[in-house]
């Protein structure tokens, strides 16, 4: 297991019930055990301005997940990010050992 943090862009035409669900799908993507303790931490930043339209979005909703995940897992993460139409952008990056 190695420690990752996950960006995400969300469409800011969704409400805040299929926002909040679509987090849920997103974290349960990045849940490697059924431990409270191997959930994903997510930190949300809000709506902010995109530097470039994507989709004929000018903003998006950002949140940033802090996961621990099997580096085997990677791209079934990506494809379920890349066949979600509500999620405009995604970047998994490795932390820094310490």
Same mark, same amino acid.
């Given at each position: 297991?190695?420690?990752? $943090?996950?960006? *995400? *862009?969300?469409?800011? !035409? %969704?409400?805040?019930?299929?926002? !909040?669900? %679509?987090? $849920?799908? *997103?974290?349960?993507? %990045?849940?490697?055990?059924?431990? $409270? ?11 902010? @301005? ?8 000018? $903003?998006?909703?950002?949140? %940033?997940?802090?996961? @621990? ?19 405009? @952008?995604?970047?998994? *990056? @490795?932390?820094?050992?310490?």
């Amino acid at each position: 297991m190695r420690e990752y $943090e996950v960006t *995400v *862009v969300f469409q800011t !035409s %969704l409400d805040d019930e299929a926002r !909040s669900a %679509l987090t $849920e799908r *997103v974290s349960g993507w %990045l849940t490697h055990g059924d431990a $409270e303790g191997d959930k994903p931490q997510a930190n949300v930043w809000g709506q902010r @301005r995109l530097a470039y339209p994507i989709r004929k979005n000018n $903003e998006g909703y950002y949140i %940033l997940f802090d996961a @621990r995940l099997d580096p085997q897992r990677l791209n079934d993460i990506e494809r379920n990010m890349q066949y979600t139409d509500d999620i405009l @952008r995604y970047m998994i *990056v @490795r932390k820094e050992e310490a």
